[in-house]
């Protein structure tokens, strides 16, 4: 196992790099450059100016040459200083990071916890109906868009003190109670997406699972039905389960920067998104390039989990 | 085969009934619209929908006809997605299948790209390349259609490193057939219905992402309608007029739900697998 991390935790070298190109070399591609940008279109620099200002930003040296250097400092921590506020990137990204990630964890939380007995409900077929109606509502989670969604919540409860935030936002350490209260909606608005994958993984797998010769058997033995499909059917089925929700969580991060711009709450996405808008370019790529590390560890994270839990993988592992 | 089994699939046939209502919105809309779509009447703003004043769908801040924008909206939702699914189901198609037929080296190189672009969260990457290359409608296809190139990449070459092994496959080179004659003309035509259902669930996602871009300010600008920029400018005044956000997002979900039930029919068609769990 030690050895199968190792090999995978380098496998993400060359991953990361090429995330870090794309990242670097993407912002080259804006019209004009970012310095550009930074000067607006009021200012007039003579063509001896214009080189005196790229030597003090350090853009006088070829691309590549850039690109090494930047990545050294990124590596040190250095994200560089955002156009608009001349403030240090790395720690504005951090300060918000917390909130984006806490809802993130809570919608997978909501997710599992829905998707997974609906799931169960829906495979074992006691009542035809519940499982047509559970399969309604997994196509229409899949189907409505996040921020419709959110937006309806905040129409439908905007009643309910509290619970929808709306720019009085209070963290987690000061008010825990009521930081959870005012996350419910958001996460649930980001979660319902992936309960409906979830939930409809859960049942085919469960199905697949039902089939197997061991359940006839458990049941044969004459074990209670909640037993056979707790114990000896879902524990079977629950595999896939775990990868697919592991590998949507970046998704759930993607999700989170349209979900704090309807709820104005602010966290990383939102801080993305005035990035966007401001052209404030050394901050969109810290942004970008963080959120896409943590989406690559957290697959690993999963694979590892999967690995571990499934011994079978390892084995296939050594055969190749 | 697989058009006879369609015909009894009800999840696929409903789909493809949605779907088939839009397009004829889109056919009337060429021709005919309740109302100008761009047209402002300050006599009229934020009127609840109602049959008498002929706005059935209600007016926006401006006055303007819902119902119209809606229709209106309806091609351009359904352009992009198309054009972004295609652009990224033809590189990344071209992509997996060279690199699955070819192996080695290729594969390698050819996949760890597939992998870097897979890094990005979907939403993370399009509003990313949005803010960079600026909110044209192209670059909205663009971007989506970036985002399902590692996708398509993974699903064609999987199928082909099944089938490269068989017969047909040996047979056609002892024939004295070149690498590009068996790959386009022996082996793609085989992985065609797997492309298409993967085709049709991305569809699906193209739709929510346009609308998301748009949704945010990235996608289609106003005053041109879009799905997505009807709701962002809704969201002013949803509190006072929720209509202005309810039919925009149904508009969205309706279709969303349309490819979703076309894809899932499809799947059901042509994974045996799943068919004998029924």
Redesign the interface.
């Known amino acids: 196992m030690g050895r199968y991390i190792v090999r995978r935790l380098l496998s993400l070298i ?3 790099l ?2 870090s190109i ?2 670097f070399f ?2 080259r ?3 004009g450059s970012a310095l550009q940008m930074y000067l607006g279109t009021q200012v007039e620099t003579t063509p001896e100016q214009m080189e005196e200002l790229k030597r003090i930003f350090g853009e006088d040296k070829p691309v590549p040459v850039l690109y090494v250097e930047w990545l050294g400092r990124v590596v040190k921590g250095d994200f560089g200083y955002s156009l608009r506020t001349s403030r240090e990137v790395l720690p504005d990204i951090l300060a918000r990071l917390p909130l984006s990630i806490e809802i993130t964890i809570f919608a997978l939380i909501l997710a599992l916890v829905i998707g997974i007995p609906m799931g169960v409900l829906s495979a074992i077929k006691q009542h035809p109906i519940t499982d047509v109606l559970i399969r309604i509502a997994g ?2 989670g ?7 969604l959110a ?2 919540m ?2 439908a409860f ?1 009643n309910l003190r509290g619970w929808i935030p709306m720019g009085n936002y209070v963290s987690f350490f000061s008010a825990p109670l009521q930081n959870l209260k005012m996350l419910f909606f958001p996460s649930l608005a980001i979660g319902i997406g992936l309960a409906a994958v979830i939930m409809r993984y859960t049942r ?1 797998s469960m ?2 699972v039902m ?1 197997m010769d061991y359940i006839r058997t458990a049941k044969a033995k004459g074990l209670k039905k909640r037993v056979v499909i707790i114990r000896h059917a879902l524990r079977n089925a629950i595999l896939p389960v775990i990868t697919v929700a592991g590998f949507n969580t ?2 759930l ?3 989170a ?2 979900i704090e ?2 709820f104005a709450l602010p966290g990383m996405g939102r801080l ?2 005035y ?3 401001q ?1 404030d370019y050394p901050l ?1 790529q810290g942004i ?1 390039l963080l ?2 590390a943590m ?2 560890l957290v697959n690993l994270a999963t694979d590892l989990i999967y690995a571990s839990v499934d011994p079978r993988i390892r084995l296939d592992e050594k055969a190749r | 085969m697989v058009g006879a089994r369609l015909k009894k699939n009800i999840i696929a046939l409903t789909g493809l009934g949605i779907i088939a209502f839009y397009v004829a919105v889109i056919v009337v809309s060429l021709f005919w619209l309740p109302f100008d779509p761009v047209a402002m009447d300050t006599s009229h703003l934020l009127e609840p929908p109602a049959i008498a004043t002929g706005h059935l769908f209600g007016t926006d801040e401006f006055g303007r006809d819902i119902l119209s924008r809606i229709m209106q909206g309806c091609s351009v939702s359904l352009i992009i997605s198309i054009s972004a699914t295609l652009m990224g189901a033809v590189i990344g198609t071209l992509m997996g299948i060279w690199a699955g037929f070819l192996g080695g080296k290729w594969d390698q190189w050819i996949m ?2 597939a ?3 897979f ?6 990457l399009a ?8 909110e044209k409608t192209y670059n909205v296809i663009f971007a989506i259609g970036i985002v399902y190139i590692p996708q398509f990449a993974r699903v064609s070459r999987g199928a082909i490193l099944t089938l490269k092994g068989n017969e047909f496959v040996r047979a056609a080179f002892s024939n004295g057939a070149g690498k590009s004659y068996v790959l386009f003309k022996h082996l793609l035509p085989n992985i065609m219905m797997p492309l298409i259902v993967q085709i049709s669930l991305s569809l ?1 996602v193209a739709i ?1 992402l346009e ?2 871009l748009s ?4 996608g289609i600008q106003p005053p041109y309608p879009s799905w997505g920029n009807m ?1 962002s400018s ?2 002013k005044f ?2 006072l007029a ?1 209509w202005t ?2 039919y925009p ?1 149904l508009a ?3 279709l ?2 349309g490819f ?2 076309l894809g ?1 029919g499809l799947r059901d068609i042509l994974d045996p ?2 068919r004998n ?1 029924k």
């Open positions: 060359p991953v990361l090429g995330v794309i990242v993407l912002v591609l804006i019209p196509l229409l899949l189907s409505l868009p996040q921020f419709w937006s309806l905040v129409i905007s085919n199905l697949e089939q970046g998704y991060l993607g999700g920067i349209v711009e309807v993305a998104l990035a966007i808008y052209r969109i970008v959120i896409a989406f690559v | 760890r790209v992998d870097i672009l890094s990005f969260p979907s939403l993370l509003i990313f390349i949005m803010g960079i290359l600026g699906s929510l609308s998301a949704f945010l300010g990235l709701l809704a969201r949803m509190m929720p956000a309810i997002g969205i979900s309706f969303v739900l979703n039930l899932d697998r799943l769990v």
